[in-house]
């Protein structure tokens, strides 16, 4: 009963981030950039629904913007990940030999890294900003793809029906595509929504310590780091974008939590 | 005998490390003619299904041909490249499995896996072969086939799986069907049927079929002729009625014994054979039986016996029978 109540508060709540990420520049009631400075450090009113920051910017419209780009990293980086780890990790498992020990072998070496230590050395690598930091994530998150979708595939490897397929004249390629991947989608699925939540973590951590989007345009990460800078003058932009960090995440987690009981054929749903 | 068309001479097939592998198909000849059924008998072990995934190229990853030929229609397969596999797999060579539970994608409609050979190999429309998929449903006897093609395979019963299996190996008529313990995991009626409509599509599609089991039933039920296996190697070769009543090499006489009948009395023990199939790292040398034939001689642990012919169109790879023995000794 419990679990239903959270699972419908993630959904809702997912839900209407999505349209506050869609419709942003309809919503927002002060320009996220514009600086005010008779109005710094406010609390809660009727102009500043939740306050301004030391610059006198409005902490919802900032947050809101912010939105669009945390999301964005959020979706996007896993969502390469999963493309570029699910293609590499069902070769590997498939074809096996050689391939999968060259795809393995550089999987652990990937995996002895903390993903938020690679993250910090592919963005000082190649510098702070958008893109280097979406690339940034997507490489902390390839290895973890590489590893489950190697892992089913190796036991839908197995199954009779890949066999038949092949011996039916299906082209490798097409036996990936048509039989293997179908037959390992759960997991996936599954796993590519925790890790949306993990990337919107990983963004904002990034941004926190400098490495992720750069002011004044505004993230999640960058409003925390530069309120906790402020906080004595006013706690509320730290307060509010972290609680937009802590609310995300966690949907995401149940989301996927939920999808895993209904789609993983060995859990029975309560 | 004379108009093969497919030919394995001398087919060995290892696992393992290139260094040290372990050899479990140890020079294996058989050769099936146009429109004929070899059955092809043995334990587990005895490679028959080994030989069979060999010929289509199925073999799994740990394994590789390390010599030998297999020879299609007057093309080399052993050597073939991939490309050309795929274009004979399923179109000329089909094959059908143990395990009609697991041999169809449960997350796909039938259909579409019937559909799919015939969309690959004839070039059909999408909706050519779906009308070409009704066909081969109905005529492999699935009753209501406009409405079972729509099915997934959790909707059908293992019979009408193997059938499936059976449209789908056979739509874009290949010359030549594997068929691997096809009834094995069905019951006993069904076992009938299914063996039934594989004579029914022989005569048809004048179809070779190699159809591997270890039950004598199903092969006095449909094979022409028979070879036995042992060890990685074919034993005996015979027609169906010549191995049955003229029956030569140790090993297929105890298999034969070994088999109950309905005349059996009900308290009779049934006859074993002694010991079990060595493992293929520890093949005893010489003749891989001899140390559980009750025919032993002295040179069966030194020399490997070659298929000697002893009756027309029967031939045994065993010391005890061979003519050329007086000279080996």
Not at chain 1, 15 to 44: E, K, T
Not at chain 2, 183 to 189: C, Q, Y
Request: hydrophobic content about 45%; proline content about 7%; some cysteine.
């Amino acid at each position: 009963m419990l679990d239903r109540i959270f699972i419908t508060f993630a959904i809702i709540f997912l839900s209407m981030l999505a349209i506050l990420v869609v419709f942003g520049d309809f919503i927002q009631p002060h320009d996220p950039l514009l600086q005010n400075f008779r109005a710094r450090d406010q609390g809660p009113s009727a102009t500043y629904w939740l306050g301004t920051d030391d610059f006198g910017r409005d902490v919802f419209s900032r947050i809101l913007e912010g939105s669009r780009l945390s999301m964005t990293i959020g979706l996007v980086a896993p969502l390469i990940a999963a493309i570029v780890g699910i293609t590499m990790g069902t070769t590997a498992a498939y074809f096996g030999g050689w391939t999968e020990r060259i795809v393995s072998r550089v999987t652990d070496m990937m995996m002895s890294f903390d993903p938020l230590l690679l993250g910090v050395l592919v963005v000082a690598l190649l510098g702070p900003g958008i893109v280097n930091l979406s690339i940034a994530i997507s490489f902390a998150l390839i290895p973890s793809f590489i590893r489950l979708s190697r892992a089913s595939a190796l036991s839908v490897r197995q199954e009779g029906y890949v066999d038949a397929a092949i011996a039916m004249g299906r082209p490798s390629y097409s036996t990936i595509l048509r039989h293997v991947l179908p037959n390992i989608a759960g997991p996936l699925v599954v796993m590519t929504t925790i890790w949306i939540g993990s990337a919107i973590r990983m963004e904002a951590t990034l941004s926190f310590i400098g490495l992720g989007a750069q002011p004044p345009a505004p993230s999640w990460g960058n409003i925390v780091r530069y309120g906790v800078q402020n906080i004595f003058g006013s706690p509320l932009p730290a307060l509010f974008a972290g609680l937009a960090i802590t609310l995300t995440v966690l949907s995401f987690n149940i989301l996927g939590d939920a999808l895993r009981d209904r789609l993983d054929p060995d859990r029975t749903v309560r | 005998m004379n108009n093969p068309i497919l030919t394995i001479h001398d087919l060995k097939v290892a696992f393992g490390p290139q260094t040290a592998p372990v050899d479990a198909l140890r020079g294996v000849n058989l050769s099936v003619n146009r429109g004929e059924c070899l059955g092809l008998v043995g334990e587990s072990g005895s490679g028959k299904s080994l030989s069979a995934l060999a010929a289509m190229r199925l073999l799994p990853s740990a394994a590789r041909i390390t010599g030998g030929s297999i020879t299609f229609e007057g093309r080399e397969m052993a050597t073939m490249p991939r490309k050309e596999l795929e274009g004979l797999r399923g179109n000329e060579i089909s094959m059908i499995f143990q395990e009609p539970m697991t041999a169809l994608n449960p997350v796909m409609r039938v259909g579409d896996q019937i559909a799919a050979p015939l969309r690959k190999h004839l070039g059909l429309s999408k909706k050519a072969a779906r009308a070409r998929a009704i066909e081969q449903l109905d005529s492999v006897g699935i009753p209501d086939p406009h409405r079972r093609i729509d099915n997934f395979p959790h909707e059908m019963s293992g019979g009408m799986r193997q059938r499936v299996m059976i449209a789908m190996a056979l739509a874009c008529e290949p010359k030549l069907l594997i068929a691997d313990e096809p009834t094995t995991a069905l019951d006993v009626t069904i076992q009938a049927q299914i063996l039934d409509l594989l004579r029914a599509k022989q005569k048809e599609l004048d179809l070779a079929i190699i159809i591997i089991t270890h039950d004598f039933g199903v092969v006095a039920e449909i094979a022409d002729r028979v070879n036995v296996m042992y060890g990685g190697r074919v034993v005996e070769e015979a027609g169906v009625g010549a191995l049955f009543d003229n029956t030569q090499h140790p090993y297929s006489i105890g298999l034969l014994n070994a088999t109950p009948t309905i005349e059996m009395e009900q308290q009779h023990r049934l006859p074993a054979i002694g010991g079990a199939v060595p493992h293929i790292s520890d093949m005893p040398a010489g003749c891989s039986f001899h140390p559980r034939c009750p025919e032993r001689r002295p040179e069966c642990d030194r020399l490997v016996p070659q298929l000697e012919t002893v009756a027309p169109h029967q031939r045994v790879a065993c010391w005890a029978r061979s003519t050329a023995d007086e000279q080996a000794a």
